[in-house]
């Protein structure tokens, strides 16, 4: 089965796709839906899907926005976009990113069904779909840091992905060092630094509950941690956003 994910704000037209098209006999399996484009980028990244129906405009995030950052990190994933908005800015800018085709509301199932099938003939033609008895485009190195970076958020472990992958925690902590040069913690505490620096820039969360979110338990800590990251406090970093 082909693993399909749909992105739209609208619930209605999110709904009519995912509930009024025959997947299965598609030979597709709807793996997520999202309803913004932060939400999108996170579990594009969790499920790892073959195609994508998305909508351009969304809040917090735009589709195309989305879809740039997901282009290097899915690259066997086929993008179809939807849009209200027939602006040749966006068409250029989609033909630029790679998307595979292209659709105005209000959207037609039929037309939604030509373009899936389209995108089937594409992932089978380079023998990247995921249910062919290959080895997908995706190493497991790729799979593991793929999982850190849509949960970083989390409080999440090296157990927690290995259960993730099906490896035995010590195996993967072993060839994780040998794929990435570093350790499991190092990478862990890179992604977390650099998502605090983002956190710090563009919200107003405070030092605690920035701590709290990335699963640190001490403020104190996460400060410190944070000071060897940047070479500053995290108040002294933040207030670069506000001089």
Not at 1 to 24: H, P, Q, S
Not at 59 to 65: A, F, H, I, Q, V
Not at 183 to 196: I, Q
Request: charged share 25%; net charge neutral.
């Amino acid at each position: 089965m082909y693993r399909l994910i749909i992105a739209d704000d609208e619930t209605i037209v999110l709904n009519g796709i995912k509930n009024t098209i025959d997947w299965n006999a598609l030979g597709v399996e709807v793996a997520a839906v999202a309803r913004d484009g932060e939400e999108f980028y996170k579990k594009a990244l969790e499920c790892m899907p073959d195609i994508a129906l998305v909508d351009i405009r969304m809040p917090y995030m735009d589709g195309l926005t989305a879809i740039g950052k997901l282009n290097p990190l899915l690259n066997h994933c086929q993008f179809i976009i939807f849009t209200a908005y027939q602006d040749f800015n966006y068409a250029k800018r989609a033909l630029e990113l790679g998307v595979m085709a292209y659709i105005t509301k209000p959207i037609l199932k039929n037309e939604v069904i030509e373009k899936v099938k389209l995108a089937i003939r594409r992932l089978e033609s380079t023998n990247q779909g995921r249910n062919l008895k290959i080895e997908t485009a995706m190493s497991s190195i790729e799979q593991v840091t793929r999982y850190m970076q849509s949960h970083v958020d989390t409080d999440y472990t090296l157990i927690d992905v290995a259960d993730y992958m099906q490896m035995n925690p010590a195996y993967l902590s072993r060839y994780f060092k040998e794929k990435m040069n570093m350790t499991f913690g190092e990478y862990d505490k890179k992604l977390k630094m650099e998502r605090t620096s983002d956190l710090l820039l563009t919200t107003n969360l405070k030092m605690y509950e920035i701590a709290e979110r990335l699963g640190y338990k001490s403020t104190q800590h996460f400060s410190r941690i944070f000071k060897e990251y940047a070479g500053m406090t995290p108040m002294e970093y933040r207030q670069r956003r506000e001089s």
